[in-house]
């Protein structure tokens, strides 16, 4: 699913499993979740399978995929990524350096957030936008901007190692027929980086009852 989201050249995998083949996690990462519940090894599991079929897509050897600060994943030396999982799904992307400046993806069910989230991660112009022609009844726009706002962040703090809260990125969606569920959108920042944009373009998806979003950020990017 995630693949139709992104251009050629960014490597992806993919899958609806819950969990991961036996053995597949290297030392290391086994010990990331030592002490974690039986669910969070499965699904760390699961979606460090998607990075290494995703290494192999790249043509390169498997390597294990550690932590950095705020969980971010560290990639091989020349490649930037992102991975994402939920109830369900789980996914991770892959591209050179070369090409990709950044990369953030995000899956989420395509569920209504709880009333109190909502209110606290959308500004007030977004909860009175809906793109025009859209399914309104097929998606769950609260939760399609959390997601949304998810990439933002993947993409954003790699290259900065700053916090973004979700009041300093605006989204607007689009789509480009009447009754579709899947578009893009553009996500304007308040906050400003050096040599950073302010304004970053990506996709979205309703489909399988999942709401899925993706960044991708040319290497070529000018601010």
Known sequence: MIERLLPAHVACADTYETDAPAGSLYPEEVQLVATSVDRRRHEFAAVRACARRAMAALGLPPAPVLRGHRGMPLWPDG?????THCDGYRAAVLARASEVRAVGIDAEPNEPLPPDVWEAISLPSERARRPLGADSRAIHWDRLLFSAKESVFKTWYPLTRLELDFYEAD??????????????????????????????????????????TAIVLPASHST
């Open 79 to 83: 490649t930037v990524g992102s991975m």
């Open 171 to 212: 989204i607007s969606f689009r789509t480009s027929q009447v009754g579709a569920t899947e578009g893009t959108f553009t996500a304007e920042l308040s906050l400003t980086a050096p040599g950073m944009p302010r304004s970053y373009e990506g996709k979205w998806l309703i489909d399988d009852g999942f709401a899925v």
